[in-house]
């Protein structure tokens, strides 16, 4: 199943993910180890980031390494994109609540 | 009503400016964006909210606030440096501990600028960011302390790859 880029993005547990393996790759227990969740939960936020096509899975011995396939992210764009939205979002709420106070105010 | 919203930004200088028309006189829209009891209601992306534990909006106070997500709260710290009454206001923005503590050395500054229309109130936001990564901590809503140096080394690598391009 192939996914859109911005579902992997619109999880804070998966953005964290990415940041992580940017760095290096790493084993899911390395990644677990971050995180407060379960590992069955990382396992599901790796397939998630998998099925977006960002990850590159290096076998070394029994331990599967995840890394971050950088040409995917299009990097600091994305987070521009998601910032612009989150600003949207926020003023659309900033809307409601100017117009629920000048109700009130009739 | 069709209000106005623009967003750009300039990464050679790390700043994304922000230009948003509100439906409102310039004193609700000023409060909307000073007072802590009107910034808690919309400051928050859902389904996030948004508690403020210490607001002193003067020059030299600050803005103590936390985050609260279903897993974790996140602590927000706004340190005002410059405030022209119904005009601007400029913050220094970092994360903080809930007694307001710096816990990273990334931080952005703000100027919101206001400007009072006919039947609407412009304001324009400029935030410039130390790095782009902390762009992107700005955007995740930040994680544990030991994230913080795990994001300027993203940074090292981004600016290593741009630099073999």
Known sequence: MRRDIFQAIADPTRRAILVLIAVQAMTPNAIAEHFDITRQSISKHLRILSECDLLNQKQDGREIFYELKIDKMKEIDIWLGQFRKIMEERFQQLDQLLYTIKNKKK | ?165
């Open chain 2, 1 to 165: 009503m069709n209000l106005l919203f623009d967003f750009t930004v300039d990464k050679a200088t790390n700043t994304i400016h922000i230009t948003r028309e509100f439906a409102a006189d310039l004193d609700l829209v000023w409060d909307a964006f000073t007072k802590a009891e009107m910034l808690d209601q919309w400051t928050a992306p859902k389904p996030w909210r948004v508690r403020t534990k210490e607001m002193d909006f003067r020059e030299g106070g600050r803005w103590l606030y936390a985050m609260i997500t279903p897993e974790r709260t996140h602590w927000s710290l706004a340190e005002f440096t410059e405030i022209k009454p119904k005009t601007s206001f400029s913050s220094r923005n970092t994360f903080s501990d809930e007694n307001g503590n710096h816990i990273t050395d990334a931080f952005s500054l703000t100027k919101n600028s206001f400007k009072a229309g006919t039947e609407t109130t412009t304001v324009h936001i400029e935030k410039k960011f130390d790095k782009l990564s902390t762009l992107e901590m700005m955007v995740a809503g930040g994680y544990k302390e030991g994230m913080a140096a795990g994001l300027s080394n993203l940074d090292e690598y981004f600016s290593t790859l741009v630099a073999s391009k």
